[in-house]
């Protein structure tokens, strides 16, 4: 007889009036990173910020490519440059938003599969939950408390 399992994911559903001072930084760096994506064939740009432990902040934007699976998105850009350059700090928080090239508004954004498997990659890493704020739709955002929630059932090292 099969058995089900049930998944209850909490998010918090944010007005940025409701963002602390340094989500709000991180979320203004994330669209700053936007801004700088190379997305010439899409034309959807998409920026990371990572808040660091220490305070300090960390960008990156998509990168496409004509060879489209060349590219990397924005979390993966951030996310590795930071681990090749600070291979010891730890994330406290991760902001992501994208918009459309010729609109000012921000879209809601989701990472993808592989984005949130490398994520999840980190937080394994560093053994400590990295909360999650998206650019939600309607100018809201997304908190999740941690990569877990984006990514409940991650494969990880005990897999191989």
Do not use: W
């Amino acid at each position: 007889m099969a058995s089900e399992l049930k998944l209850q994911i909490s998010v918090d559903v944010l007005e940025l009036s409701e963002l602390s001072t340094a989500e709000c930084q991180a979320m203004e760096l994330a669209r700053q990173a936007a801004n700088d994506a190379y997305a010439p064939y899409s034309n959807f740009l998409v920026g990371a910020a990572l808040l660091l432990e220490d305070g300090s902040l960390f960008k990156g934007s998509n990168q496409e490519n004509a060879a489209y699976p060349s590219g990397l998105c924005a979390e993966r850009t951030a996310l590795f440059a930071l681990s090749a350059n600070h291979p010891n700090k730890k994330i406290s928080l991760l902001a992501v938003t994208a918009r459309r090239r010729h609109e000012h508004e921000y879209l809601a954004a989701m990472p993808c599969g592989a984005c949130r498997q490398v994520m999840a990659e980190y937080e394994y890493k560093q053994q400590e939950q990295i909360p999650v704020l998206l650019q939600g739709p309607e100018g809201k955002f997304y908190r999740f408390k941690t990569v877990s929630d984006l990514l409940p059932f991650q494969f990880t090292k005990e897999n191989l």
